[in-house]
Structure formats: structure tokens, C-alpha cells
């Protein structure tokens, strides 16, 4: 049977180009409220939504040439103080599914009682508490997914926050590629979802997931997919960290899964040698292009150099998602549900 999340897996690209075309119905009111110049901008959320503003961190430094912070919303909201700057011009940017979890609310109107009207949303819930806070909703109801994990959510938030900032930097190269995403992704998960399919299934107990810069995001939420759908052990590293200690641990019962950079890339594929020479670990190689590791049980999976660097973990993610979506059907696990959570979390006011 296909479970829910497999169908909203296959189906995002949908929820790609409707996320395309809301950015560009709200970015003159985005850069209205951004200004002619930013000192800060804070993105802040919770869950998958945090470790999007990880994976975008990079890009909106790089083009907008300004300061980013990325706090998990109860930092914000505990720690306003240590998280939050004081004068200048400061633009705060945030993602919710739910639009409805409290942590991020009260962040919201922790840095709302310092910086007024100058809240940007990006979520899937109209009407919902934060879309009703926020100065400027970038609202994407196509990409809300109705199970525990997010999948299509994620990917249409990630997708608006990078074409925005693209948008807003007058970067044309990375915003037309960003454009033809939704067309690349049904052929390449028709093409390639059979040989992750038997990754997910081979012989292995735990997972290890690397990369850095603008794919270090990606591999975490792709880690926390794994745990959250198929109840896998599984940790993210830096790709050099590898080598600092979690390589004790890796065996021929660890999956190491690694997200391919174009800037990194020697070094990387220079730590699949190692691993490959070393241990008989399966291994899954994502790369932008022909990737180069020979040894070990390797899965070599590559999207194409006419991507950009930043773009890269768009097109990854999806079939890591996939990744978790098979390994928990061969485990006999509902990959809909997850053991101990719930789609957002409300806390108490006490």
C-alpha cells in the first residue's frame, strides 16, 4: 500500500509552482517592508521550518550581503535578550505549516515589541495565528501536508524562501533556475526512486547523513526524516567532522549518506574514499555531477551540473524523503504517524 506521505512526496512539485507564484504576487510588498537597507535578518521557527532557515542561511548571506541569525523559536522566546538585536533596521522572516505553534508565536511577538511591521511569513495555513500576525504572508495552502512528517510543506516553504530572496537581490541566474525546479523533480524521481528504494532496504542499522554551506540544512531535516518516519537512528555531521570522532562509530551496518557540494567536492569525495576503503558501508552519494567514489557498496545518484549550488538541496531532499519513506515500509512501520508527536506543539500559558 502507498501511504499518504508517499503520495505527498511525489506529487510537491505541484506545491513548488504554486509557492513560485505567490512569491511573485508578494515580493514588491516583501521588499517594500525590507527597505533599501538591512542590517539583520533573523529567521526563526521550529522543527523542519528551523532547519529551513539552516539550509537558506547561506544563500541570503551571500546575495543579500547582510546579517543572518537562525534560532530555533523557543531561543527567541526564552532568550530574547541573547537572540534578539537592538536598533538598526531588522527584518524578521519565519515558516509554519501549522501557523499555529507557540513557540514561534510568542518569538514572533517577542521580536513584533522591538521591531513593529517587520514580520515576514512563509506557511501553509491561512488564517491561522501567524499568518494573522505577520506583516507579509507568503501563504502556500497547496504544500500542507496532513500527516506527522513534512514533506511537501517543507519543500514549498524551502522553494519560497530561496526564489524570494532571489527576487529581492536581483539575482535573475538563480531565480530562473529556481523556476525550473518543479518541471526537473517528477522525471527525477521517476528516474531515480527505484535505487533508493533499495538503499532504504539493504542491510543496514543506522545512518549517518554529511555535508556543509548551503546543503548542511538539507542533511539535517533529511536526518530528522529518517528518524521521524521509519524510527531509524540516524546523525548529521559537517563532512570534515566525519573524521573528529563520529568515524569510531561507522561500520558496515551504517548507511552514510552523502549530500554533494560543488565548492566542496574534493574533499568530500576524498572522505567517501576513506570510508569506502575502510569499512564495507553502504553508501549513498547525492552529487551535481558524475560522482567519483569506487569501493564499498556505493549508490552514486547524480542531478546535473546545470543546477546551482543552492538549488542542489531542492532536488536532494525529495529523494531522501523517499529514503525515509522506504526504509520505514521495509521496518513494517506507518511512515503517516510518528511514535510521540504530533503535527505542531501548543504549550501551556502557565
Not at 538591512?38 to 528551523?50: R, V
Not at 543552492?310 to 536532494?316: P, T
Amino acid at each position: 500500500m502507498n501511504y499518504r506521505c508517499y503520495e505527498d512526496i511525489k506529487g510537491q512539485a505541484e506545491a513548488w509552482k504554486a509557492a513560485l507564484s505567490v512569491v511573485d504576487e508578494r515580493i514588491e510588498d516583501v521588499r517594500e517592508l525590507a527597505g533599501d537597507s538591512l542590517d539583520d535578518l533573523l529567521f526563526t521557527s521550529c522543527g523542519s521550518p528551523y532547519y529551513m532557515g539552516l539550509a537558506n542561511a547561506t544563500l541570503w548571506r551571500e546575495i543579500l550581503g547582510t546579517r543572518v541569525s537562525v534560532f530555533p523559536s523557543s531561543e527567541v522566546m526564552l532568550f530574547p535578550d541573547m537572540t534578539l538585536s537592538t536598533g538598526g533596521d531588522h527584518l524578521l522572516l519565519s515558516a509554519s505549516r501549522s501557523g499555529e505553534t507557540t513557540e514561534t508565536i510568542r518569538a514572533v511577538e517577542a521580536f513584533s515589541e522591538r521591531f513593529p511591521g517587520r514580520t515576514v511569513l512563509i506557511g501553509n495555513k491561512p488564517g491561522s495565528t501567524l499568518d494573522e500576525m505577520a506583516d507579509v504572508s507568503i501563504m502556500i495552502p497547496e504544500g500542507y501536508d496532513h500527516v506527522i512528517p513534512q514533506t511537501r510543506s517543507f519543500g514549498s516553504m524551502y522553494l519560497a524562501a530561496q526564489y524570494m530572496v532571489s527576487l529581492l537581490s536581483g539575482d535573475e541566474e538563480l531565480a530562473g533556475a529556481l523556476r525550473r525546479l518543479p518541471d526537473m523533480l517528477p522525471g527525477l524521481l521517476d528516474q531515480r526512486e527505484s535505487e533508493v528504494q533499495q538503499v532504504a532496504e539493504s542491510e543496514w542499522d543506522s545512518a549517518v547523513f554529511f555535508d556543509g554551506g548551503p546543503l548542511y540544512g538539507v542533511a539535517i531535516e533529511a536526518t530528522l526524516k529518517l528518524i521521524e518516519m521509519s524510527l531509524s537512528r540516524a546523525a548529521c555531521y559537517h563532512t570534515l567532522e566525519v573524521r573528529h570522532g563520529p568515524r569510531s562509530v561507522v561500520d558496515e551496518s551504517t548507511l552514510i549518506v552523502n549530500l554533494g557540494s560543488k565548492r566542496g567536492e574534493q574533499h568530500e569525495q576524498q572522505v567517501l574514499t576513506d570510508l569506502s576503503d575502510s569499512s564495507s558501508s553502504p553508501i549513498l552519494s547525492l552529487s551535481p555531477d558524475t560522482a567519483h567514489s569506487q569501493g564499498g557498496s556505493v549508490t552514486n545518484i547524480s542531478i546535473g551540473d546545470s543546477v546551482p549550488e543552492h538549488a542542489l538541496g531542492m532536488l536532494y531532499l525529495p529523494l531522501l524523503q523517499l529514503l525515509a519513506y522506504y526504509r520505514a515500509v521495509h521496518k513494517g512501520v506507518d511512515p503517516d504517524e510518528s511514535r510521540n508527536l504530533t503535527s505542531y506543539i501548543e504549550l501551556s500559558e502557565g
